[in-house]
């Protein structure tokens, strides 16, 4: 009963197979003493379940299976496979060696498409950075053989490649090859990031009387990297004077503009939000910071945060920040 029940499964495999694709099963010449035509069959419909799994097939005769234009590869030849598992006398075990074996093979072509990260053109549609506490940086070896630059204080901001496969750092002597301006290549990467899509959220909530704006960007790998291009990606969220962020790990960024209308709503935002910060600083694997910061044309400065007697945050205003709020409200102001 149990080969009656195979027998059907495989004539119904068979119609299948015929119906998506054009199938025969005709031994490739020379190797019709090394596998029988039922075991041939079995080998064909089993490398099709593997390879449907990665390309498109067009057709499968004398032993190759003809895939369809256009992709990584254009035809796999079986005689190898067919020898493999000829050298395998327990049938039970062949779906496995025909799985490793177009594996191997898929490992292999990846590896050929895979670009010289010494040209940099090749590289330039991967550039990426991230942002890295100053103390992990430094229990990684340090950033002698990476290439980084300091956006926010305490930190580093460290060129990457986000490959299809891998997030990696670019190293020191890779860059070296290139022979670019830092600057410039910085620029490409950022530029990389501006393209991802970042969610924006904002909300206008009434606090103690007045109307408090904050906006949350979250985006799990490049949430935090993003924020370091506010001016040019998200203009319509930085106020005449900038605007106050926060950027406690890789996937979460919260700010608030800081206008000449509301100059001091920043303070504020500050202490609602420390609390969440902090917690999203702490409990998050990929952390960056857990300070704020004044973000005004390009440049973050620390905002000074302390607590206070009653246990509430007190927030000290940037000395730049501080003028531009100063002369803004001075009578000899013209």
């Known amino acids: 009963m149990r080969t009656f029940f195979l027998a059907i499964l495989a004539c119904i495999q068979t119609t299948t197979f015929g119906q998506r694709i054009p199938i025969t099963y005709d031994i490739p010449a020379g190797l019709e003493k090394d596998i029988s035509p039922q075991h041939y069959r079995f080998l064909v419909d089993t490398s099709i379940d593997v390879v449907e799994e990665r390309y498109q097939i067009e057709s499968v005769k004398g032993g190759t299976i003809q895939l369809v234009k256009g992709q990584q590869l254009d035809a796999l030849n079986l005689d190898n496979l067919i020898l493999k598992c000829a050298a395998v006398k327990d049938t039970t075990a062949w779906p496995a060696v025909i799985r490793d074996h177009f594996h191997r093979l898929f490992k292999s072509a990846d590896e050929q498409q895979k670009p010289d990260p010494a040209n940099y053109y090749a590289m330039r549609p991967y550039l ?62 950022l530029d990389n990031v501006d393209s991802q899509t970042v969610q924006k959220v904002t909300k206008t909530s009434d606090i103690q009387g007045t109307q408090l704006e904050v906006t949350v960007l979250t985006n799990e790998n490049t949430a935090a990297s993003y924020a370091l291009d506010l001016a040019r990606n998200s203009p319509e969220l930085v106020g005449e004077w900038g605007c106050a962020i926060a950027i406690p790990n890789n996937g979460l960024v919260t ?5 000449r209308d509301k100059p001091m709503d920043f303070v504020k935002y500050v202490q609602l939000t420390r609390d969440y910060t902090e917690r999203s600083y702490q409990g998050h694997p990929q952390r960056i910071s857990d300070q704020y910061y004044w973000y005004d044309q390009g440049t973050f400065t620390r905002i000074p945060v302390t607590t206070g007697a009653d246990g509430n945050p007190d927030v000290t205003v940037p000395q730049g920040l501080a003028r531009l709020i100063g002369g803004a409200i001075s009578p000899d102001r013209n």
């Open 255 to 259: 700010l608030c503009k800081i206008s």
């Open 128 to 189: 990426s950075i991230r942002i890295y506490p100053r103390d992990v940086i430094e229990q990684r070896g340090g950033p002698a053989t990476l290439v980084t630059r300091v956006d926010l204080e305490d930190t580093y901001t460290v060129l990457m490649l986000a490959l299809p496969d891998a997030l990696a750092p670019v190293q020191k002597n890779i860059f070296d090859k290139w022979k670019k301006d830092k600057a410039e290549v910085f620029r490409v990467a």
